[in-house]
């Protein structure tokens, strides 16, 4: 038995030591002075930083325009955005409250500067549609919420090293900065306010987990704060921090918990269509699936002999085995090869 004991001890400890060498986070790490002076070079925004970041908006209001996902990486890429966001986390890390403004300062430069280069580009836009690249940025979830937190998490990781990686580029495309705030200039040229408060909290989401997960990495390597803070002035901090933090994320969770609703109602109710709306010398030639949370609606068009009342007031009965007793079913019929006007429609 204690051999047993010994044998299990010693490798509990060599999972331990393998676990740390592979997951330590101070293996190649930049000095603690190299890594905040470059967050806080990517701070300021002036000279070339800010016609960089003009030109990018630019860039990636035309994406968005033309529906171009390549353009919009593109844009993403050359972006000079995650600096001050960064900066505002490093210096809730260390307790630099001097960074803290400078970098919500140039912060609220940049987004100013983003919003009226965007909303003067869709002014003049003579496409003025919200493409399917625009629309994505509207309504933002709890998923966007994670992407902000785990893009930031391997931004800071990557920006705290002595050799950099292509990491940090690919945390710019992954967590989008850039095009939320070109959908909320289109929302304010447009004068569509759904549109430009809706991406304007994608962005925001985007920033404040950004600037979380800086100061999680930056606690976590142990950087020494420029003042020191008593306990119960820190305890008042991270309050404030996790208060943040939970603001941000309540309403991303309510829009999440609607996308859910609305990918489980198209997926019964396309259920529904396929199993109790195909009749014998009839096809359907168009669909169109609306979700409401409190009224949903099911259009369909088929094509062929006609189908009586009772038959369709039979599928209509059993909508509710589809979990859409809710939804109200709209069919039209009338459509032959000979006839190709006169409609019926029968609403439930």
Do not use: H
Not at 150 to 161: D, E, H, K, P, Q
Not at 277 to 301: A, M, W
Request: glycine share 8%; with cysteine.
């Amino acid at each position: 038995m204690a051999e047993s004991n010994i044998s299990i001890g010693r490798l509990w400890q060599y999972i331990r030591i393998f676990l740390k060498e592979r997951f330590d986070l101070n293996e190649g790490e930049a000095s603690e002075k190299q890594t905040i002076e470059e967050i806080k070079k990517g701070v300021i925004f002036k000279g070339a930083n800010l016609w960089i970041l003009i030109f990018a908006i630019m860039v990636a209001s035309v994406g968005l325009n033309i529906n171009s996902t390549a353009v919009i990486i593109g844009a993403m890429l050359i972006s000079p955005l995650m600096g001050p966001i960064m900066g505002i986390g490093l210096g809730f890390g260390i307790n630099d409250f001097e960074l803290i403004v400078r970098a919500l300062k140039n912060l609220g430069i940049a987004v100013a500067i983003s919003v009226f280069t965007s909303a003067l580009y869709f002014w003049i836009s003579p496409l003025n549609d919200a493409q399917s690249e625009l629309l994505a940025r509207t309504s933002p979830t709890l998923m966007d919420v994670f992407i902000g937190l785990f893009g930031g998490l391997a931004g800071i990781v990557a920006g705290s090293r002595k050799e950099k990686s292509n990491a940090i580029p690919g945390v710019a495309i992954a967590t989008a900065l850039m095009p939320p705030l070109c959908t909320a200039g289109y929302g304010l040229a447009t004068a569509q306010w759904s549109y430009f408060f809706g991406a304007f909290y994608l962005f925001f989401i985007n920033s404040v987990f950004i600037s979380l997960s800086t100061y999680l990495i930056v606690r976590a390597l142990r950087y020494s704060p420029k003042e020191f803070m008593d306990e119960g002035r820190e305890r008042k901090v991270k309050r404030y921090i996790a208060l943040l933090a939970i603001l941000t994320i309540i309403p991303s969770v309510f829009t999440g918990w609607n996308m859910v609703r609305e990918s489980i109602f198209k997926r019964n109710a396309n259920e529904f269509i396929s199993q109790e709306l195909n009749f014998e010398g009839c096809q359907i030639i168009f669909r169109k699936l609306d979700f409401d949370p409190d009224s949903s609606s099911i259009e369909v068009t088929l094509y062929g002999n006609p189908v009586s009342e009772e038959e369709i007031d039979e599928a209509m009965d059993r909508m509710q085995q589809y979990n859409l007793a809710y939804a109200n079913l709209y069919v039209r019929q009338g459509y032959t090869e000979n006839e190709s006007i006169g409609m019926k429609s029968t609403i439930r």
